[in-house]
């Protein structure tokens, strides 16, 4: 799917506002249900965001996040605070979307009509949504990992930092996959240098 | 995690990078799977659902429903413990019966699956409590016709309590580290656990759509039946 949007920005981590999380956890690991409902309220824009972009339907976006909201709930007395709450809800959201897809990529192999393959336009692209579809379908063929840190950092503004705690990487290699998502990407779309160069 | 995503191969790095691409690539990224407004309420309303449901189950507060308690889990643990020890000593007094027999010119042994690997015994034990479960969720579907006795709903939540009873076995047991079966077993779980709650009484159109929408969100059905591959033989679990 591809839609204008802007990226929001990320939300800044300040000491006063990491004590109101911790204190926030306290109170959903006692089972306080308004304490719950503040966490997803805190959270959910940019985990349904993310869960978005990975996945492209607001269908399957929607189905994610609730599964990374459950799931998050049923394991906060696991979490021990060592990386940020967002953090933790943000891998738990990559966790189960790559997982998803993973599983919707190999039913899809399996039932993939021979259609589908034939469908694909060959003429060259005059607009930009078109050219934004090519590059769409460029990036569903990246690596899982290179496409994560690709739509984590250029379409959904994520820093290094974030990408590299959320995915349990380096910077450096969060750096690494998102060149290489980049160069990637730039081969597939070669024939069409025209259009990005003008 | 990052043992978990797959980043494909490191010998096809692409060539420098262009200023020129990464520029447009930086204005169109952003459009790109663009999001719609976050339906906030309508996920909350199933968030809360979803996360009570468990919790009453939990704490015992779904009539029929038995929580397994701390207590039990650690028994359950020794249980799983003394499974894997009686698998290991099995296994080795094999080797042992096997080298004699090899020894032995003369003797023949029967080729058999070796059911005294931990693993192998969890995935035996799993492959037939999902048979179990395909069974009873495909007894539920079929519990919809019309004119269907009251009984019938009875026994299929004492059945439900059984296959969940071997699906809290099976979370709680060590050799089930495998995430994917892990994630099936919850999934059933929280279907098992809907289904016992609602199977004291007939069902009415809204509980039989919440665990409807259950079944057909986590496709249970399928992934159970991909779950279990082929038939189990009817002497594998005995020696």
Not at chain 1, 77 to 100: K, M, Q, Y
Not at chain 2, 198 to 207: F, I, K, Q, R, Y
């Amino acid at each position: 799917m591809v839609t204008d949007d802007t990226v929001p920005s990320a939300p800044m981590a300040t000491p006063a506002n990491r004590a109101d999380q911790r204190a926030l956890i306290e109170r959903v690991r006692r089972g306080d249900s308004s304490a719950h409902r503040a966490l997803y309220e805190a959270h959910v824009d940019r985990v349904y965001r993310l869960c978005y972009r990975l996945t492209g339907t607001e269908h399957l976006a929607r189905e994610l996040t609730q599964d990374t909201f459950v799931r998050a709930f049923g394991a906060i007395e696991g979490f021990r605070g060592d990386s940020a709450i967002e953090t933790w809800l943000h891998s738990i959201a990559v966790s189960v979307s790559l997982n998803e897809l993973r599983r919707r990529k190999r039913e899809h192999a399996r039932n993939a009509p021979l259609e589908e393959a034939l469908m694909i336009p060959k003429a060259s692209p005059r607009s930009d949504p078109v050219m934004r579809e090519k590059l769409m379908a460029a990036v569903n063929e990246l690596p899982e990992g290179c496409r994560t840190v690709f739509m984590m950092h250029d379409a959904e503004g994520f820093t290094h930092q974030e990408i590299a705690a959320s995915l349990g990487v380096t910077e450096g290699t969060s750096k690494a996959q998102l060149n290489r998502a980049r160069g990637k990407l730039r081969v597939a779309l070669a024939e069409y240098a025209e259009e990005w160069k003008s | 995690m990052n043992d978990r995503i797959d980043f494909g191969p490191d010998d096809d790095m692409p060539p420098m990078s262009d200023a020129e691409f990464d520029a447009w690539l930086t204005r169109v990224a952003p459009k790109l799977n663009a999001p719609s407004a976050t339906p906030r309420g309508e996920m909350w309303k199933v968030i809360e659902t979803a996360a009570r449901t468990s919790s009453d189950a939990q704490a015992g507060r779904i009539p029929g429903v038995t929580p397994i308690r701390r207590h039990w889990r650690l028994l359950s643990l020794i249980a799983a413990a003394l499974l894997i020890g009686v698998g290991v000593d099995r296994m080795a007094l094999r080797r042992e019966r096997e080298q004699r027999v090899a020894a032995t010119p003369a003797a023949t042994v029967p080729a058999r699956a070796d059911s005294a690997d931990p693993s192998g015994l969890y995935r035996l034990a799993a492959a037939q409590t999902f048979t179990q479960a395909e069974a009873l969720l495909v007894a539920y579907r079929a519990s919809d016709a019309p004119g269907r006795d009251p009984q019938d709903l009875r026994q299929l939540g004492s059945w439900g309590r059984q296959v969940l009873s071997s699906t809290r076995l099976l979370l709680d047991s060590p050799a089930g580290r495998d995430p994917q079966l892990r994630a099936l077993l919850d999934d059933l779980e929280l279907v098992l656990v809907q289904i016992i709650r609602h199977s004291g009484a007939p069902l009415d159109t809204t509980d039989r759509a919440l665990i409807d929408r259950a079944l057909q969100d986590s496709r249970l059905l399928p992934r159970i039946r991909t779950a279990v591959p082929s038939p189990i033989p009817a002497d594998a679990s005995s020696d």
